[in-house]
């Protein structure tokens, strides 16, 4: 891959990882509050009805669902930029054919190529 090509692909992870990073931090902040009431900006002293309490660890549960698949996809862009210094990247951590420009677009943290991201997926790799 050509150094401008490989630039341009560092710049693309680098403001990837820096957005995601604000986003985990606002949904951490969000998922782990004290307590009800400043969670779900309610203003009620009101005894807590058993609904309300499922709703809320619904609510805490889906956010940290969603940390998790931020965390994911930080490690693969971290991943991508440490072979972009390996002079590696856009190979497939698999197979170590060429990952296609047009994969490496849509996803420029891909370790895979197609083909062994199916495999990955079927859990064959």
């Not at 004290?34 to 005894?47: E, F, I, T, V, W």
């Not at 940290?64 to 994911?72: A, N």
């Not at 197979?95 to 190529?113: F, Q, T």
Request: with cysteine; aromatic share 4%.
């Amino acid at each position: 891959m050509r150094k401008d090509e490989l630039d341009r692909f560092r710049k693309i992870l680098t403001l990837k990882r820096q957005l995601l990073s604000g986003d985990m931090t606002t949904l951490q902040a969000e998922a782990l509050r004290k307590n009800r009431q400043d969670a779900s900006g309610d203003l009620s002293n009101m005894p807590i009805h058993m609904a309300d309490i499922g709703s809320d660890n619904y609510e805490q549960e889906f956010a940290l669902g969603l940390i998790e698949g931020e965390e994911v996809t930080l490690r693969e862009i971290d991943e991508a930029l440490k072979r972009i210094d390996e002079g590696i990247y856009g190979t497939c951590r698999n197979c170590a054919k060429k990952i296609p420009a047009p994969r490496l677009r849509a996803k420029p943290h891909a370790p895979y190529c197609i083909e062994c991201k199916k495999l990955e997926e079927k859990g064959l790799l």
